[in-house]
């Protein structure tokens, strides 16, 4: 059975950091791109992050440019996200994902059940 297990979100003061990461079982995504979204509450899922199969490209929502950084270790079947200087905005559920095809064509089939992130004033 293949699975998405995100892991490290919580509660964090405004300008803080937390980093997210995602592991994969059931399967190899060592040549899938991965991804990451989140969902605020009344909002629909927005992009974040992603990055190709080798780790060599990355592609970054403007509102997270220079704040969030996406990394995988091929090894461990895992994609981190690294968020720094978060803000209120950035409260929401995050979700990982993994999917075939070059950016910025790709189709994310693999879906974690999310993380929730709450940024605190």
């Known amino acids: 059975q293949v699975q998405l297990v995100e892991s490290g979100g919580g509660l964090v003061q405004a300008g803080g950091s937390l980093r997210l990461s995602c592991a994969a079982s059931?399967?190899?995504?060592?040549?899938?791109?991965r991804g990451w979204f989140r969902q605020a509450p009344g909002k629909e899922r927005e992009f974040v992050a992603h990055i190709n199969w080798s780790g060599s490209r990355t592609y970054y929502t403007d509102s997270v440019k220079g704040r969030f950084t996406i990394s995988r270790d091929n090894a461990k079947n895992t994609v981190y996200l690294q968020m720094n200087s978060l803000k209120l905005e950035d409260s929401a559920v995050y979700y990982c994902a993994a999917g075939s095809g070059n950016w910025p064509v790709v189709k994310y089939d693999y879906w974690g059940q999310g993380t929730q992130v709450t940024v605190s004033s």
């Open positions: 059931g399967r190899t995504f060592s040549t899938y791109a």
